[in-house]
């Protein structure tokens, strides 16, 4: 089996079979003008280490420029993402905040979902007030910033494995939105030991 990623104008691929790789290069080199680039360390901001036992992908250098970017590289660390008693809400009479500095946030955060699901529910709920920020909303952003400086080295680990069974989870809250009482849906599925889907949805 081979399997080819495009992206713009890079291309990642494995096989199942050295050979297989080989084959594909050559044919790509015959159409087109590329270079190779070797093994694939780093693609779209995600480190990929590629080891006997496996593979482990994580984003601590992302996470370094996000802490910097945002002025959060003194803060002190947290040992969770949010707190479980937090309920956020519309904050009516809570202080404004600019706008576009909170969207930045969200933004870089939600990009750093694709390696880490622990922030996946918490980022999702901040993303939900981008239209009007308030203070009470950027506190929790700057926790999950904290949480990170604490946690930068956590990744996604694919272990060699022949165990293909696909298993999934998911769990929801009825109606525990504050503002609009809708219920928010969690899921995330394994295949084998490996996590391969993780979201969560209001």
């Known amino acids: 089996m081979l399997l080819v990623q495009i992206y713009v104008d890079d291309i990642i691929f494995g096989a199942t079979n050295v ?59 947290m040992k969770t993402p949010m707190s479980s008693s937090i309920k956020l809400d519309m904050d009516e009479k809570g202080k404004s905040l600019n706008s576009t500095m909170y969207r930045g946030m969200i933004g870089s955060l939600l990009y750093l979902t694709a390696s880490r699901p622990d922030i996946m529910y918490s980022v999702c709920l901040c993303a939900r007030f981008q239209s009007c920020p308030k203070e ?27 165990n293909f069974e696909l298993i999934g989870f998911s769990d929801t809250d009825f109606a525990g939105c504050k ?24």
Not at 140 to 161: A, E, F, H, N, Q
Request: proline share 1%; net charge positive; hydrophobic share 35%.
């Open 136 to 162: 009470s909303h950027l506190s929790v952003v700057k926790r999950i910033l904290r949480y990170l400086k604490r946690t930068m080295d956590i990744g996604l680990w694919y272990p060699k494995s022949d």
């Open 179 to 202: 503002v609009e009482r809708k219920s928010t849906s969690d899921t995330c599925h394994f295949l084998g030991h490996s996590l391969v889907s993780w979201y969560s949805k209001k």
């Open 19 to 77: 050979s297989l790789c080989e084959e594909f290069s050559k044919c790509m080199h015959s159409e087109f003008e590329m270079s190779m680039m070797g093994e694939l360390n780093f693609f779209l901001r995600l480190h990929i280490k590629q080891l006997k036992e496996g593979t482990f992908i994580n984003q601590a250098k992302y996470i370094r420029d996000l802490l910097k970017r945002f002025n959060m590289e003194e803060a002190k660390t």
